[in-house]
């Protein structure tokens, strides 16, 4: 069985950081990192999304955490097809002619993006990179032009990708995408949320990447889309929403090196809690367990088979 990796998606959200799970003494950056690692071996690199990660950041990250701890990163906004702020660019890229689909712009983007990370992956301590897609990236010839350029451009890295729109994981479409991201080493992401909205992606688990799987907890919000950050991301999982996903997540960990598990439900403390009390259930014996099989999707979120339903 691969290594299950439990942690969160993020260790300097404000709402974390005003929660008090940091003591006393751990509450500047350095505290903060070496406080998450002793207690978790993952997390994801949020802050990249927004701005581009700075490879002083990537070495003092592996500086102030253990040998055995990596990290995912999420790809940077307009990696992704999503629009970028002009004052999160480099003062070089903000000029009267920026465009995000612009070929030049985006080599310039690729290139200080991988260079940011660069000491991640050169200490072995590069999880993968998370490649989250718009809710209009939606299946067809010029999203799958898109992937097959995101392959090049990652050649090397591990790569990871979480669809925001439904239709690439609905039934008749999900063995064809499962398909494409096998075709380019991608490991696909499943994801946790409420299955009650339309834009609800639904709960599969196929494993398309030998090296590495990934599922998100990202809450199941009735809010999820609409309102503020805190409301979508909102939510405590109970123990019997958590012990559903456990024979699942031993079944992906049986065909791939590692998983990582990351929770997503960044409010507070609610995510390192859910982490802690998810790695505490993988712990058990398997003898010991008395895990419910898990049930197709469907009101109130409970995860279906894996694969497509």
């Known amino acids: 069985?691969?290594?299950?990796?439990?942690?969160?998606?993020?260790?300097?959200?404000?709402?974390?950081?005003?929660?008090?799970?940091?003591?006393?003494?751990?509450?500047?950056?350095?505290?903060?990192?070496?406080?998450?690692?002793?207690?978790?071996?993952?997390?994801?690199?949020?802050?990249?999304?927004?701005?581009?990660?700075?490879?002083?950041?990537?070495?003092?990250?592996?500086?102030?955490?253990?040998?055995?701890?990596?990290?995912?990163?999420?790809?940077?906004?307009?990696?992704?097809?999503?629009?970028?702020?002009?004052?999160?660019?480099?003062?070089?890229?903000?000029?009267?002619?920026?465009?995000?689909?612009?070929?030049?712009?985006?080599?310039?983007?690729?290139?200080?993006?991988?260079?940011?990370?660069?000491?991640?992956?050169?200490?072995?301590?590069?999880?993968?990179?998370?490649?989250?897609?718009?809710?209009?990236?939606?299946?067809?010839?010029?999203?799958?032009?898109?992937?097959?350029?995101?392959?090049?451009?990652?050649?090397?890295?591990?790569?990871?990708v979480e669809f925001r729109h439904p239709g690439w994981w609905r039934e008749g479409r999900a063995e064809a995408t499962a398909a494409l991201l096998r075709r380019y080493g991608f490991a696909a992401v499943g994801v946790d949320m409420a299955q009650t909205l339309p834009s609800s992606v639904p709960p599969v688990t196929p494993v398309t990447s030998p090296r590495l799987s990934v599922v998100r907890f990202h809450g199941r919000s009735p809010s999820w889309g609409t309102g503020s950050k805190e409301d979508r991301f909102r939510y405590e999982y109970a123990d019997h929403e958590l012990e559903e996903w456990v024979p699942r997540l031993r079944s992906l960990a049986g065909s791939v090196e590692r998983l990582h598990v990351l929770f997503n439900n960044c409010c507070g403390d609610a995510a390192v809690r859910a982490a802690a009390r998810m790695r505490s259930l993988l712990e058990r014996p398997v003898a010991a367990s008395a895990f419910r099989t898990p049930r197709p999707a469907g009101r109130g979120g409970r995860p279906g088979p894996d694969g497509a339903r």
């Open 1 to 160: 069985m691969g290594d299950i990796l439990v942690g969160t998606c993020s260790w300097t959200d404000p709402e974390l950081v005003r929660s008090g799970w940091y003591p006393a003494g751990s509450r500047d950056a350095e505290g903060r990192l070496r406080h998450y690692a002793s207690r978790f071996p993952v997390v994801e690199v949020d802050s990249a999304y927004y701005a581009l990660p700075h490879e002083r950041n990537s070495r003092l990250w592996v500086e102030r955490t253990p040998e055995h701890f990596v990290f995912d990163v999420k790809a940077f906004a307009p990696l992704t097809g999503h629009p970028a702020r002009r004052g999160a660019l480099p003062r070089e890229l903000r000029g009267a002619s920026y465009d995000p689909r612009d070929a030049a712009f985006l080599d310039a983007v690729w290139a200080r993006f991988a260079e940011g990370i660069e000491p991640l992956r050169r200490h072995g301590r590069l999880g993968g990179v998370l490649f989250q897609f718009p809710p209009w990236f939606r299946p067809g010839a010029r999203a799958e032009a898109f992937l097959e350029e995101c392959a090049g451009r990652t050649a090397g890295r591990p790569v990871a």
